[in-house]
């Protein structure tokens, strides 16, 4: 009896421990078929959110179809590339991959969504300064090339290496141990555990941060107050410009007339003809 109770005991403790731990999800748990199926609606939800973007854009200033996906293509690859890169440095941690995944996934919406801006910007900045126009995001250029969207897609996921080096240098930080043991400690079942993860937690931060990108991807136009503003000066430059212009013509037709009356008074004084006054025939020489 009293080896059953100790066995019993050691085993409260073990399974304590191991709650305490954070090891709710195991090594291979983003990586199994429930994993993997949480990670494709993802994909199909976040691409789902950049379709409605497009449609919510102004008609004057929506983009074809094509723009379309060479702008969200670039940030697709992008995000492809460090959703892999988590996944595999999240099982290289010691603990709960789903805490690791989540604190690195956190880090890169937030961190990562300032150095992409930083980036974006300077490339932005490059291209105009050099007259590099392949790396300035958004343009590609009429008609659109190719050759100018496989530029942007490799630096873009350059710009994503960069950010991701960045942050797994931070997550050496100490702190972020004690981070782990409390960030999903509420949550005992892995499979909920695992949703919260890879499927309900991102798809809200990917919303926001899908858009607030693909809004530092695209090719900005004039603001409309600006566009209406140019238009009304060109509405009032034109008709100053008719005017002006039937002015003119009114000037020209009275100076013809005035040189047509002038020439035919000169023709008359030069003429050798008697000039009779009146009834009588007299002759004004």
Partial sequence: MQVSNIEMNTTSVNSFDHHKGGLHCSKDSLTDVFGWFLQVLLACLAFTCLIAKRFCEPRSERRSWLIWFYDTSKQGMGALAIHLANVWLAGQYTGDPCTWYIINFLLDSSLGLLIIFIGIRFSQYLSRKKGWELIN??????????????????????????????????????????????????????????????????????????????????????????????????????????????????NRRRNSENDILLSADDDLLDSDEPFYRGGNKSIIT
């Fill in 137 to 250: 995001f958004g343009e590609y250029g009429k008609p659109p090339s190719m050759n100018a969207w496989l530029a942007q897609c490799c630096l873009y996921v350059g710009l994503m290496a960069i950010v991701k080096t960045s942050i797994t240098l931070f997550m050496q930080l100490d702190f972020w141990e004690g981070v782990k043991d409390f960030i999903l400690s509420p949550i005992n079942n892995p499979k909920i555990e695992l949703a919260f993860v890879m499927l309900i937690i991102p798809f809200f931060v990917n919303i926001l941060m899908f858009w607030v990108t693909d809004n530092f991807l695209m090719h900005r136009s004039k603001p409309v107050r600006f566009i209406k503003r140019n238009n009304f000066e060109d509405g009032l430059l034109q008709k100053v410009k008719i005017q002006y212009r039937s002015v003119s013509k009114k």
